[in-house]
């Protein structure tokens, strides 16, 4: 069954960065977040889950990576309690490896499918997709895995966020198939950017099908509540790449 794209929005929460997407994330969609580590993917993940848990949306984290107390550690420095919302039953954190989750995605039962329809989480943040590359070195295999994953994510009416510490997207890839930015429906690119000898942080919204989106590449600062959207780079060319350079 295909399930077609609502045209309701799903905020961040954050004004500038919910206008950068038009409004907010399509209703049912999938969104691919680049950036290296400690770049703020996990704080802007958790920002889109928490946002959708006042909205009365409940929530789901699945992460291959973070252990459970760092995670609610950090998150308790923005001021978010993971470990209460888990109590209200408004939020669920799942740690797992990427073949057990592919496997619960494929079967719908197991522990992890069991914990996804008791929940029936309207959003749903998976840390990171970068892991998946471990079941198989042939591209073509990969690329089936990410259509299953994604897929699968569709078929549930989820809004669907995947962090991934990849290789710049914009770029060739070697050894495998950049398959997943074809795949999903939005594309954003969060970069450090070096500017006159001091460490920025930048983001971009590469592209978002059935909407249109604002195609500035901005400042952001990661503060209490998540991420705080700035002004546009101006004057500079190269942002992305991290090392930009000034033009007239």
Known sequence: MTTI?????????????????????????TTLVSGAPGVGKTTLGLQFLITGIKAG????MVSFEEFQASLIRD??????????LEKEGL?????????????????QAGPIAQAIDSLNPERV????????????????????????????MKRQGITAILLD??????????????????????????RYVEVDSSIQRAIAIMKMRGSPHQKEIRRFQIQKGGLEIGEPFTGRAGILSGMPYRIA
């Open 5 to 29: 794209l609502k045209k309701e929005r799903l905020a961040f929460g954050s004004p500038e960065l919910d206008k950068m997407v038009g409004g907010g994330l399509l209703q049912g969609s």
């Open 57 to 60: 949306q409940p929530g789901l």
């Open 75 to 84: 998150a308790l420095q923005l001021g978010w309690d993971l470990k209460a």
């Open 91 to 107: 939020l669920r954190i799942i740690f797992t490896s990427p073949k057990l989750f592919l496997e619960s995605l494929k079967t």
């Open 125 to 152: 943040v998976l840390d990171s997709a970068a892991h998946f590359q471990r079941l198989s070195n042939d591209p073509l295999e990969l690329r089936e895995i990410y259509n299953t994953l994604v897929n699968a």
């Open 165 to 190: 510490e990849a290789a710049n997207v914009m770029q060739a890839q070697r050894g495998r198939m950049a398959s997943l930015p074809f795949l999903v429906d939005t594309v954003m690119l969060l």
